[in-house]
C-alpha cells in the first residue's frame, strides 16, 4: 500500500486551504500551485512548499495540466489533489497523473470520462436501474421536423441541455413545440463555444423541481457506501446559494430509495472516492437522475457536520489504497447543517462581482467559515468571487438556520461588496423556515425583499456613531492642547458641520454639539434625538468602541478607521464611511458624460473610438472581471469625446473608462448601463 507522504494541490483559495487542513493533521506534507495574482495569498502562506505557475488567467495557470505535473514531481510530491473546478474533473489530467507515477486523489479517469457526457451517463444510469427523465438527443444532421418528431412523446415543457458542460451554458427552455428548434440551435451554437462540443439533448422540464443531491465514496476494495442526501434548492441562474444536510423533504424510505440508486449508480460506475450523485424531486414526490459530480463537492461541510467524518480524510485514506474506515460504513445523521456561499457580488448591482483588499474579514467563532480569505488579503479580478463558505450546526434546522443568520450579521466584513445581507435575509425568511423552497424560490423573491439591510434609524445611529469615534481620534491625534475637546468655544456658536459618504455613494450631512455625556446631531436636517454617549473608547490604534443611547435605546458599535474609510459594525450589521473633503481640489471631479468602471476588471475590447457618434446603450467598453463580462454603454446619444483606456488594461473602480458628449435637451448626469455578457457559471451549478 503506497503511503501518501507529499500532496501537491492542483487548485486555489478556499479548497486549498481546507486539504491543507487534513493533510496537515495526517502528518502528510503540502504542496500548492500558485498564479502571479495569488502570489501572497492565504493558501499559499499556509502550504508547506509552493510552485509558481506564471500568468493570471486560468487558462495559463490552473488548467496547464503539464505545469502542474512538473511541479508535482519537481517537489517529490506522491499524489495530486485537484479540489473542485479547474482539472478536478478532467479525465486527461487525471490519467496524465497516473501515467507520472504520482496518485489522483479522484476516481478513475474511465470514471470521470464516463460521467463527463450527460447523454453516456443518463444511459448508463438508466442500464443501472437509476430513475432518469425521458429524453432525446439532438445531433446537428437532425432536421427541424425530425427533432419535433423525436421529442413528441416527452410532452411539454422541455429542457434542452449542452452534453459536456454545465453552469447554465448550452441550456433552454422550451414551452411549445413552435420553439423548440431556436431554442436547440442556439443551446448547441453556446454550447460549442463554451465546451467545444456542440452536443446537447432534450428532456422532460421539471417546473420548480427541488435539487437534491447524495454524497456517495467508493475504495479500491469494491465498497461503494452512500453518506445521505444534501438539499441544494436555493439556486441563482443554476448556481448554488444555500445547502443544507439532511433535506428537509426527505422521508427515511426517499432517503433510502435514493441512497440506493446513488450507491447503484456508483456501483455501475466502479466508483472510488468522493462523488455526487444529483437528482431533482418533483412535485409528485418522485426523483429523476441529473449528474454525477466526480469530485468533492462545495457544499461538503455539511455533510461532514451531521456524520462527523472529514471527508477530505476519507478521500486521502482511499486514494493511498486503506479500505473505507468503519466509521464510514455504519455513518448516521445527528442535528442539521446549513452552509450559505458568501461572494464578493453586490446583489442590488445585478450581482456584478468586486474586488479590492480585504480591510477586515471576520466571521464569529459559533460557526465553521472554510475560505482562502484573511484580513488585509485582496479580492482578485481573475477568479470565481467566493470569499467563503459559513457554516452552522444545531439540533434542529430551523436553530441551525437562525444560527448563521446571526453570525452573518454579526460578521466583519469591510473592503468589497458582499451578498452577506441576502444570505442572512434569506435564512430568517418564512417560506425558508417552512422549507417551501423548490429551484424557483428567487424568482420568487426579490433580492430587494430579502436582504436584511439596516434601517433608516439604525442608519443614522451608526452615523452618530461614526461622527463620536471621528471626534475621539482627531483628540488622541492631537499634538496641542489634547484634553480639549475638538470644537470646543468658550462662547457658544454654530453646530460643528461635517460631511460623510455612506457605502451607497450618498452624502450625509451632519451638523453637532457634544458635551461629556449628551450629545445633540441633526442628521440630513432631522435631529437625531435624546442621545447619550455613554462610552467612547479606544481599543488601538485607528480603532473605537462608541455605546450610544438614543430615546432610551442603547446600543454597542465598532468603528475602525483606515485611511479616510471609517468602518461601523453595530447590532444590524455593517456600514462603510468616508469623510468627504469640503474643499474639494480643482480638476478632482469627473467631467459630465464620463463613464466609470463598474468595477474592477480588465479591458477586453473597445468598441468605439474618439469623435464616434453614438446612441444610447451602445456599447462602448467592455470588461472582464472573476469569469464575467460586462458592458458599459452610452447613457444618451452623443459624440465620443475621449477613451482613456486600452485592450489589456486594468481599471479600478471608478477609473473613467469613456467621456461621451450630452445631446442638446439630454440630462446631465446619466450612469452608464451595465449589462451582463455572458456568465461564465461557478465551479459548482446545478448542471454541472
Known sequence: MTRIRTLLIANRGEIACRVIRTAREMGIRTVAVFSDADEDALFVRQADRAVRLPGVTPAGTYLRGELIIEAALRTGADAVHPGYGFLSENAGFAEAVGEAGLIFVGPTPEAIRAMGSKIRAKELMAAAGVPVLQGRAVTGESSEAEVVAAVADIGYPLLVKASAGGGGRGMRIVMEPSELAESVASARREAGSAFGDDAVFVEKYITAPRHVEVQIFGDTHGTVVHLFERECSIQRRYQKVIEEAPSPVVSAALREELG?????????????????????????????????????????????????????????????????????????????????RLYAEDPSAGFLPTSGRLREFSVPSSVRTDTGFASGDAVSIHYDPMLAKVIAYAPTRTEAALKLSAALREARLHG?????????????????????????????????????????????????????????????????QAAVSPGWRNVVSAPA???????????????????????????????????????????????????????????????????????????????????????????????????????????????????????????????????????????????????????????????????????VDNPADVDPLVADRADAGSDEAQDG
Do not use: W
Open 497 to 663: 458641520r461635517l460631511t460623510l459618504a455612506d457605502d451607497s455613494g450618498r452624502s450625509v450631512d451632519i451638523r453637532y454639539r457634544i458635551d461629556a455625556r449628551h450629545s445633540q446631531l441633526t442628521i440630513d436636517g432631522d435631529p437625531l434625538g435624546d442621545a447619550f454617549v455613554f462610552g467612547v473608547a479606544a481599543e488601538g490604534t485607528d480603532s473605537y468602541r462608541v455605546t450610544l443611547e438614543v430615546d432610551r435605546l442603547r446600543e454597542e458599535f465598532r468603528i475602525v478607521f483606515t485611511g479616510e474609510t471609517i468602518d461601523v459594525d453595530g447590532p444590524c450589521g455593517g456600514t462603510e464611511f468616508t469623510q468627504v473633503d469640503p474643499l474639494p481640489a480643482p480638476g478632482s471631479t469627473a467631467l459630465a458624460g464620463s463613464l466609470s468602471a463598474p468595477m474592477p476588471g480588465s479591458v477586453v475590447r473597445v468598441e468605439v473610438g474618439a469623435g464616434a457618434h453614438v446612441v444610447t446603450g451602445q456599447t462602448i467598453v467592455i470588461l472582464e472581471a472573476m469569469k464575467m463580462e460586462h458592458a458599459v454603454r452610452a447613457p444618451h446619444d452623443g459624440i465620443v469625446e475621449s477613451v482613456p483606456v486600452a485592450v489589456g488594461d486594468q481599471v479600478d473602480i471608478g477609473q473613467v473608462l469613456a467621456v461621451v458628449g450630452l445631446a
Open 416 to 480: 468589497v461588496r458582499t451578498n452577506r445581507d441576502l444570505l442572512a435575509g434569506i435564512l430568517s425568511e418564512p417560506e425558508f423556515l417552512a422549507a417551501r423552497i423548490d429551484t424557483a424560490y428567487l424568482e420568487r423573491h426579490p433580492v430587494e425583499e430579502l436582504s436584511v439591510t439596516p434601517s433608516a434609524d439604525q442608519h443614522r445611529r451608526a452615523v452618530a456613531a461614526a461622527v463620536l469615534a471621528l471626534r475621539a481620534r482627531q483628540r488622541d491625534r492631537a499634538t496641542v
Open 260 to 340: 440506493a440508486a446513488a450507491v447503484a449508480a456508483g456501483t455501475a460506475l466502479g466508483y472510488v472516492g468522493a462523488g455526487t450523485v444529483e437528482f431533482i424531486l418533483d412535485q409528485e414526490g418522485g426523483f429523476h437522475f441529473l449528474e454525477v459530480n466526480t469530485r468533492l463537492q462545495v457544499e461538503h461541510p455539511v455533510t461532514e457536520l451531521i456524520t462527523g467524518l472529514d471527508l477530505v480524510r476519507l478521500q486521502l485514506l482511499v486514494a493511498q489504497g486503506d479500505p473505507l474506515p468503519p466509521e464510514a460504513l455504519t455513518a448516521t445523521i445527528t442535528g442539521h447543517a446549513v452552509e450559505v
